[in-house]
C-alpha cells in the first residue's frame, strides 16, 4: 500500500487541516507512515506568516528530500498558496497544491505522473470568492481532542500581514455544518473541539442570516454533547461581553483561556500597523476578563521590532504587559513580507535590536507562566487526560480547561477522561502535579 508522512508547519488552522487532509488520503487508500517505515507521499503543509516561517518551510522541503529521496514531495499550505514560483525552484518538488485543491491531492496524485527531472506539476486557483471549503471532523492522535476550523480568511489588512493574501475573504462555516461536525465528533468520544480560524471572531458575518461567534457557542453549548470547547485566537476588538460571560457561566464547558493578539503597546505603532484598538482598551479588556472569570488563561502575541519601532516604543508594550495579569507569550520578531505596506515602510529596526527585544520579552513571558502556575497550587481544576502517559514515570498526562499541561500522579486514571484534581506542585519540567 502507498503510505504518507504529512509535515505541519505554522497555526493551528494548518493543523487542523492537516489532519483532515491525512483523512482524505486514507479514504483514498493511502497509510500513514509510522515514522519508521519509508514514505511514498510527502505533503509539506507550508507557513508564510513570517519571513522565517517561509524559510523554515524551503528548510523542510529540502530536509523531506533528502531524507527520503525516492518520495514524492507535494507542498501545499499557505507559501504554495503565495510563492509558488520560489518553490518550483526547489530541487525535487513533484507537485505544488494551493489551499482551494489540497483536500484533492490524492486525485492529484493518481491523474499526474512525475517524471524526474520534470518541473513540478502546479494546481493554483486564486482564493478570492471562493465558498467556505468545509473539511472532515477529525480527531487528533490523542483522540480526546480535535480542532474544527469553522472559519477562514480575513477582511482587515494589518500593514504587516500576508495572510489575507494567502487565505482570501472572510468566510464561515454554515451553523448546520458546525453542529453536524460537533455531533460526529462526539460520537467519535471526543471531549473536546477547539473551534479555530484565520480571523475567529468575525465567525457568520457573512452567513444570511448573519450570526456571531457568541452566539454559535451558545448554539453549540445546547444542541451537542460536546463536554468542553477551546476558542483558538480571538482579535481584541472582538472578545464581546457575551463571549466572557459563556466563559464564566458555562460550568466550565467553555474553557477558561483566551488567546489575544496585541502585537504592540505603543499607540503609534498601533496605528501604523492598522490595529482598531488602543493600548488603554487593551488594558482594559485583559483587566475585564481577568476580574470576571477567575483562573482564565490569557495568552498574548506581541511583536517586536515593527518599523519606526523606537526604544520609548518598546518600553510601552513591555510595561503593559508586565503590568497585566496574563499568562503566557508569543513573541516574535517583525519580518517584512513582499506586497504589504510596511515592507516599505522606513526606520527599520536593526535586527539585532528586535531579538533583543524578543529575548526581553520572552523573558518575561516566561515569568508571567510560571507565577500563573504557581497561582494554581492548591486549587482544584478540571483536567481532560490524553491518551498518552509520561514515558518516565508513567503517570497520565492531562490538560487543564485553562490550559495547564498536568500530570496526575494518582495511578490507574484512565484515558481520555474529564477529571477533577487539586494541584500539588509544580515539576522540574514545568507541568502541573496533580493529584485526584
Known sequence: ??????????????????????????????????????????????????????????????????????????????????????????????????????????????????????????????????????????????????????????????TYCIVPYARGQSRSMPVQDVLDHMHSLAGKAVREVVLTGIHLGVYGADLTPSTSLATIIETILANTAIERIRLSSIEPAEVEERIVDLTANSGGRVCRHFHIPLQSGDNDVLRRMRRPYTREAFFDLVSRIHAHVPGAAIGVDVMAGFPGESEAAFDNTYRLLDALPITYLHVFPYSPRKGTPAATYPHKVPESTAKARCRRLRDLGDRKRAAFYQSMIGQRLQVLTETRTDPETGQALGLSDNYIPVAVVDGDVEANRMISVRIRGIAPDGRAIGRI
Request: charged share 20%; with cysteine.
Open 1 to 158: 500500500m502507498t503510505s504518507y508522512l504529512i509535515i505541519t508547519l505554522g497555526c493551528k488552522v494548518n493543523q487542523c487541516e492537516s489532519a483532515a487532509l491525512g483523512h482524505s488520503l486514507e479514504t483514498a487508500g493511502y497509510v500513514r507512515s509510522d515514522g519508521m517505515g519509508i514514505p511514498d507521499i510527502i505533503v509539506v503543509n507550508t507557513c508564510t506568516v513570517t519571513g522565517k516561517a517561509a524559510m523554515q518551510s524551503r528548510q523542510a522541503i529540502r530536509q523531506a528530500r533528502r531524507r527520503h529521496p525516492a518520495a514524492r514531495i507535494v507542498v501545499t499550505g499557505c507559501y504554495a498558496q503565495t510563492a509558488p514560483d520560489e518553490i518550483k525552484v526547489i530541487e525535487g518538488v513533484d507537485m505544488i497544491v494551493g489551499h482551494d485543491d489540497k483536500l484533492r491531492i490524492a486525485d492529484l496524485l493518481a491523474r499526474e505522473h512525475h517524471v524526474a527531472g520534470a518541473l513540478p506539476f502546479v494546481h493554483h486557483r486564486s482564493v478570492y470568492g471562493c465558498n467556505f471549503s468545509s473539511m472532515p471532523s477529525v480527531a487528533f492522535e490523542d483522540r480526546t481532542r480535535a480542532f474544527l476550523k469553522i472559519q477562514d480568511g480575513c477582511n482587515t489588512r494589518c
